[in-house]
Nanobody
Framework: QVQLAESGGGLVQPGGSLRLSCVVF????????MNWYRQAPGKQREWVAA???????SYVDSVKGRFTISRDNGKNTMYLQMNSLLLEDTAVYYC???????????WGQGTQVTVSS
């Protein structure tokens, strides 16, 4: 059974940094296209960043230059380095993975990021 587990959320002041991690259990991680999404209170879930199996990355405009998505296939793990955090980055962050061989996709349970002074 495939499971995704996020970690690394927390409370940080504006301008601070956090690094989120997402570990994929139960499958071949290198086959996965991975994404980060977030959902702020009262808002719809929005896509934040993506990384392909080959390492190509893309970002929503609001985080470009501040967030960096990466992956370590040897550790079955995806990361989101978040710098220069803003109040509006406050949200529950979810990792999403799609097996590019089967097209099945999976979600983690989310990790809370709160940016507050």
């Amino acid at each position: 059974q495939v499971q995704l587990a996020e970690s690394g959320g927390g409370l940080v002041q504006p301008g601070g940094s956090l690094r989120l991690s997402c570990v994929v259990f139960g499958d071949i991680f290198s086959r996965y296209a991975m994404n980060w999404y977030r959902q702020a209170p009262g808002k719809q879930r929005e896509w934040v960043a993506a990384i392909t199996p080959g390492g190509t990355t893309s970002y929503v405009d609001s985080v470009k230059g501040r967030f960096t998505i990466s992956r370590d296939n040897g550790k079955n793990t995806m990361y989101l380095q978040m710098n220069s955090l803003l109040l509006e980055d406050t949200a529950v962050y979810y990792c999403n993975g799609r097996n590019t061989f089967t097209s099945r996709q999976y979600w983690g349970q989310g990790t809370q990021v709160t940016v507050s002074s």
